[in-house]
């Protein structure tokens, strides 16, 4: 059994064309790798962390009615926001301390927040 002769060109085209969608996909991006979803979950795992914190100091402020100004970089207020940051942490099961990426992440919604 035999192929046709026209057969090769598509062949041949087939594979060119198939390799070069391989490469143009994972150059561009069009591919999502393991390590890119890895650092999407990371961020927004850090991400909802921070909205937690942010939640329980807010509701902190409101309770104990506290006019500490959050806004701002001077120097009150940065230590505010880290106090609060510090305190309203969310402890993960198994770990000691919250994260410290969770912490400034906490901080600085703080920061953007209004209470």
């Given at each position: 059994?035999?192929?046709?002769?026209?057969?090769?060109?598509?062949?041949?085209?087939?594979?060119?064309?198939?390799?070069?969608?391989?490469v143009?996909?994972?150059?561009?991006?069009?591919?999502?790798?393991?390590?890119?979803?890895?650092?999407?979950?990371?961020d927004?795992?850090?991400?909802?962390?921070?909205?937690?914190?942010?939640?329980?100091?807010?509701?902190?402020?409101?309770?104990?009615?506290?006019?500490?100004?959050?806004?701002?970089?001077?120097?009150?207020?940065?230590?505010?926001?880290?106090d609060?940051?510090?305190?309203?942490?969310?402890?993960?099961?198994?770990?000691?301390?919250a994260?410290?990426?969770?912490?400034t992440?906490?901080?600085?919604?703080?920061?953007?927040?209004?209470?």
């Amino acid at each position: 059994m035999s192929t046709p002769k026209a057969t090769t060109p598509f062949v041949t085209g087939l594979i060119a064309g198939a390799s070069i969608i391989v490469v143009l996909g994972f150059s561009n991006g069009w591919v999502v790798t393991a390590e890119a979803n890895s650092s999407q979950v990371k961020d927004a795992w850090v991400g909802a962390q921070a909205a937690v914190c942010v939640s329980l100091a807010e509701a902190h402020l409101k309770a104990t009615k506290s006019t500490v100004s959050l806004d701002g970089y001077q120097t009150d207020a940065n230590k505010a926001r880290d106090d609060l940051a510090n305190t309203f942490a969310v402890v993960l099961p198994g770990e000691k301390t919250a994260e410290s990426i969770v912490i400034t992440a906490c901080a600085r919604k703080l920061n953007k927040s209004k209470v």
